[in-house]
């Protein structure tokens, strides 16, 4: 997910963003959006055009930046479903359910579910995912230096389940409800950051 980050794409014409964000304003404004939530949804709208260019309609694009900046996981609970948050904003399901998933993907946003599956999303350039990442490079460090020591490996699944505890229960950077997919995040990050530790090592 890496290389989404930071990787706009500067053929984009700078009006055309400046004209999404003013937009994006307007249609906010209309709507009675809170402030906070406004300045957030507006950057990812920034971020989405400078890499993707003018999306073909904009409403349901402002919704979607929208519906994601206020499902943020520190916002659970948040009982508010997609059908109705698209009926609030005056707009088919459909379109800001095609425009959140494009979003998720070309900005490399995570997408985590409470019990009642609804869903919450991690911004890669956000504080979670920073805190998670640097928590994982940590981690994986350590054991890297203990195992080549004492010549014992500790398993993936217990140095995941170390980590996801040190996130949900000591840090408590986001809330214990997200365990089980955080678990599945926190695998696959340390998957990649021992292969990239281990390729250090190797490379004499």
Known sequence: MASHQGAEDLSVNPQVIVEAVLNAHEFFKENRIEARYEKMALDLVRRYVSQEGKSREEDPFFAAALYIVT?????????????????????????????????????????????????????????????????????????????????NVLSPEYLAEKIVDQLCSVVKIIPQVFEQELYALVRKKIEVESKRMSDQIQRR
């Open 71 to 151: 499902r943020h996981p520190w916002s659970h609970p948040n009982p508010l479903t997609k059908t109705e948050f698209a009926n609030k904003l005056n707009m088919k399901e459909s379109s800001l359910e095609w425009y959140t998933e494009s979003i998720c993907d070309k900005l490399g946003f995570s997408t985590l579910h409470d019990s009642t599956q609804l869903p919450f999303f991690m911004d890669p350039l956000g504080t979670i995912a920073s805190v998670v990442d640097s928590v994982v490079r940590a981690n994986v460090g350590e054991e890297l230096v203990t195992s080549i020591v004492s010549r």
